[in-house]
Nanobody, 123 residues
Framework: QVQLVESGGGLVQAGGSLRLSCAAS????????MGWYRQAPGKQRELVAS????????YADSVKGRFTISRDNTNKNTVYLQMNSLKPEDTGVYYC????????????????WGQGTQVTVSS
């Protein structure tokens, strides 16, 4: 079974930084896309940043220039989200997502979500 485990959330003051980690495990051969979504109270889940197996990155306009998504150089199934200059509006539960996963014992591509990690930015 494929699992995504997130870590790195917490409480930080506005202007501070946090780094989120997401490790995918489960006899994975490849992952086409990994992304970070966030959901604020009363709002829909939105894509914050993503990275493809080809190395293409994409960011929500609200985080461009402040957030950076990257893949671990040693373990390509681990991604990070470096969040700088945090604002109170960045508060929410951050979810890791993996799409187009090919793993042992499963036919075709599958998609997976992590359990989420809370990020709270105080003003």
């Amino acid at each position: 079974q494929v699992q995504l485990v997130e870590s790195g959330g917490g409480l930080v003051q506005a202007g501070g930084s946090l780094r989120l980690s997401c490790a995918a495990s489960g006899s994975i051969f490849s992952i086409n896309f990994m992304g970070w979504y966030r959901q604020a109270p009363g709002k829909q889940r939105e894509l914050v940043a993503s990275i493809t197996s080809g190395g293409s990155n994409n960011y929500a306009d609200s985080v461009k220039g402040r957030f950076t998504i990257s893949r671990d150089n040693t373990n390509k199934n681990t991604v990070y989200l470096q969040m700088n200059s945090l604002k109170p509006e960045d508060t929410g539960v951050y979810y890791c997502n993996a799409q187009g996963v090919v793993n042992r014992g499963t036919i075709g591509y599958t998609d997976h979500w992590g359990q989420g990690t809370q990020v709270t930015v105080s003003s």
